[in-house]
């Protein structure tokens, strides 16, 4: 359980056994490819933008074609994933136009509906002696007010709706300026014939859009069924293979390849480089890193990896991270009911079924055993479902008795007992701080600078637990004073004088605060577990409150499930969330330095292919 070390391996082939070289490499998924910097060298300049773009466009097809798809997609090997992924943005592309054609016509058939009734065209402007206007003033107006506008006009009122009043005038003359005034908006739809026969028309051409929209959709529902067929592991691999040879010197007869490899797998891959020069060194401080852990540790590393990978310098903070990790998740969402389901869900999609979520489902389902635990130590399954079940329909009187503490009549205990862990966490943290200092020949900074916090620290808490016994308070009081004393002598040893040098040393202790503070934040591990618990034995109250009739048990099944499901995901990210936080401020903080990159071999895509 620690990084893994890694070595340097240089190889050197002829340029005729280069693609060889690199299939044999892609095969073995064992070697990190690094830019050669030898001198002398060349590079290809391949560009990878073509592939970039199919793969965003397989990609933007699987997307879009997932609403499309009607039962159970059929299991395919992909054939020519690009030429699908094409077809299905194309066939997208016709339907948005379609669906464009259909609203803008609608929108042009509601705008001239008002003119149904018409019995000229609209696009009739004038003959030879008389001039022809139709359109609409706002509001309701009656002809007779129309009539006042010009003795030599005529005027017909189409219909009032949608607040105006739609008319059509014949005139001789300029009416203009007295229409304008009335607020008058000329329809100019250039239609030459009747409104009705034309709206008609356009709904026929509805129709028929709609019916190829129909038939589009089938085809996409069909497409839909391939899914499975748009697969980016070949681009990617393409895409990963041409950066392999973008990072490859190059002499007028050979090509070299520098890279990085597992030290346990050295061996092996020089053995399987037939026909090259393969060098196997000590890598420098850039090497990349990666983690080998057991079960238990193995699925946060993603945690870390979220945070910074370690440099090569660090320690695997995995192990250690884990069992707090669980620990903390479990005391946050501590209801065993929960637990369960995790569990059952969890451990399914982690150790069973195949999917890309697996390292993530197998962390849940270590996180679901210990909210059950905690469930259990709280009493707390479902809230008090148990209660609540019993004493309604059954009118018995059943408790589910915690195993240690009841959050919600002892909040004071578990709000010592969730400082205590966030202590004991520090504590750890400071502990690895001081051993990695120490492996690095740092002994002073070790004893003085994290060793007198790690004195003072635990100081503080022995006199806290001497509240109640005098002798032992002494001893902390003591402890504590010495780590101070520790602090103040050597804390401001950059100064120049004695007198700075003293008040750097006093300075420092204000650092006490911060330790506080961290050790403080680890009262959300009450907070959450209690705000869990009570959120769910509200949610049994409510459902209860139909009593014991068939609408009671129909509303309290409602009640429970919806409630429940809520409160599951709400909490469920709480927890998820607020432990993340713990690690990554209160832990990692105190001794994780990072920087490090994350180990990816050439050929990663291959192996899922």
């Given amino acids: 359980m620690a990084i893994v070390k890694m070595k340097k391996i240089s190889v050197v082939a002829l340029k005729e056994d280069g693609d060889r070289i690199l299939d044999t490499l892609e095969r073995l998924g064992a070697v990190e490819i690094d830019r050669c910097e030898e001198k002398g060298v060349t590079h290809e300049a391949v560009s990878d933008a073509d592939v970039e773009s199919r793969l965003r466009q397989t990609e933007k097809a699987a997307s879009e074609i997932k609403k499309y798809i009607r039962g159970?997609?059929?299991?395919?090997?992909?054939?020519?994933?690009?030429?699908?992924?094409?077809?299905?943005?194309?066939?997208?592309?016709?339907?948005?136009?379609?669906?464009?054609?259909?609203?803008?016509?609608?929108?042009?058939?509601?705008?001239?509906?008002?003119?149904?009734?018409?019995?000229?065209?609209?696009?009739?402007?004038?003959?030879?002696?008389?001039?022809?206007?139709?359109?609409?003033?706002?509001?309701?107006?009656?002809?007779?007010?129309?009539?006042?506008?010009?003795?030599?006009?005529?005027?017909?009122?189409?219909?009032?709706?949608?607040g105006r009043t739609y008319i059509?005038?014949?005139?001789?003359?300029?009416?203009?300026?007295?229409?304008?005034?009335?607020?008058?908006?000329?329809?100019?739809?250039?239609?030459?014939?009747?409104?009705?026969?034309?709206?008609?028309?356009?709904?026929q051409k509805i129709a028929s859009l709609e019916e190829k929209l129909k038939m589009l959709d089938r085809k996409l529902e069909e497409y839909g069924k391939r899914i499975s067929e748009l697969s980016v592991i070949p681009l990617l691999r393409e895409k990963e293979r041409i950066d392999a040879e973008n990072k490859i010197g190059r002499t007028a007869r050979t090509v070299i390849i520098t890279g990085y490899v597992p030290a346990a797998d050295s061996e092996r891959v020089k053995k399987e480089l037939t026909g090259a020069y393969v060098?196997?060194?000590?890598?420098?401080?850039?090497?990349?890193?990666?983690?080998?852990?057991?079960?238990?540790?193995?699925?946060?590393?993603?945690?870390?990896?979220?945070?910074?990978?370690?440099?090569?310098?660090?320690i695997d903070p995995n192990p250690i991270m884990a069992v707090f990790y669980y620990l903390f998740f479990g005391m946050m969402f501590s209801d065993a009911g929960y637990g369960l389901l995790m569990i059952i869900a969890c451990g399914y999609m982690g150790f069973i079924k195949k999917n890309k979520m697996q390292k993530m489902m197998r962390m849940f389902f270590f996180c679901g055993i210990s909210t059950t635990f905690w469930g259990l130590m709280y009493g707390s399954f479902f809230g008090n479902a148990v209660t609540s079940v019993a004493e309604t329909f059954f009118g018995k009187s059943i408790a589910l008795k915690p195993l240690w503490i009841d959050p919600t009549g002892e909040p004071l205990t578990l709000l010592i007992f969730s400082i205590a862990l966030g202590f004991i966490q520090i504590i750890v943290g400071l502990s690895i701080k001081f051993y990695m200092q120490a492996r690095r020949g740092r002994y002073f900074e070790a004893v003085f600078d994290t060793g007198s916090w790690i004195i003072a620290l635990l100081g503080i808490c022995i006199t806290a637990v001497g509240v109640v016994a005098p002798m032992v308070q002494k001893v902390g009081m003591a402890v504590m004073i010495i780590g101070f004393v520790m602090l103040i002598l050597t804390q401001g040893r950059d100064k120049k004088n004695i007198f700075a040098k003293l008040f750097g040393g006093i300075i420092s202790l204000y650092d006490i605060t911060s330790y506080i503070s961290d050790i403080l934040s680890y009262s959300r591990l009450m907070a959450l577990g209690l705000a869990t618990g009570v959120i769910a034995q509200v949610i049994n109250i409510l459902g209860s409150l139909g009593g014991k009739s068939v609408v009671g048990v129909l509303m309290f099944a409602a009640v429970f499930v919806i409630g429940h499901a809520m409160n599951f995901a709400i909490n469920m990210l709480g927890a998820y969330v607020h432990t993340n936080r713990l690690q990554y401020v209160e832990f990692y903080s105190k001794f994780y330095e990072g920087g490090g990159r994350k180990f990816i071999p050439f050929g990663a895509y291959y192996r899922d292919l």
């Fill in 72 to 162: 159970k997609p059929e299991n395919k090997p992909e054939k020519n994933s690009v030429q699908l992924a094409e077809d299905i943005l194309s066939a997208l592309a016709h339907r948005q136009k379609l669906i464009d054609e259909i609203n803008r016509i609608k929108l042009s058939v509601s705008a001239l509906e008002p003119y149904r009734e018409l019995d000229v065209p609209i696009g009739t402007r004038k003959s030879a002696h008389v001039r022809f206007k139709t359109g609409f003033i706002p509001g309701d107006i009656d002809k007779e007010e129309l009539v006042k506008i010009s003795p030599l006009a005529h005027f017909e009122i189409i219909t009032k709706a949608r």
């Fill in 279 to 314: 060098e196997i060194s000590e890598p420098g401080d850039d090497a990349p890193v990666m983690f080998k852990n057991n079960a238990f540790a193995a699925p946060v590393e993603d945690i870390t990896g979220t945070y910074s990978m370690p440099s090569a310098d660090d």
């Fill in 168 to 203: 059509w005038t014949a005139f001789m003359g300029n009416i203009n300026d007295k229409l304008l005034s009335l607020g008058f908006m000329e329809e100019k739809a250039a239609v030459n014939v009747l409104t009705s026969e034309w709206i008609n028309e356009q709904g």
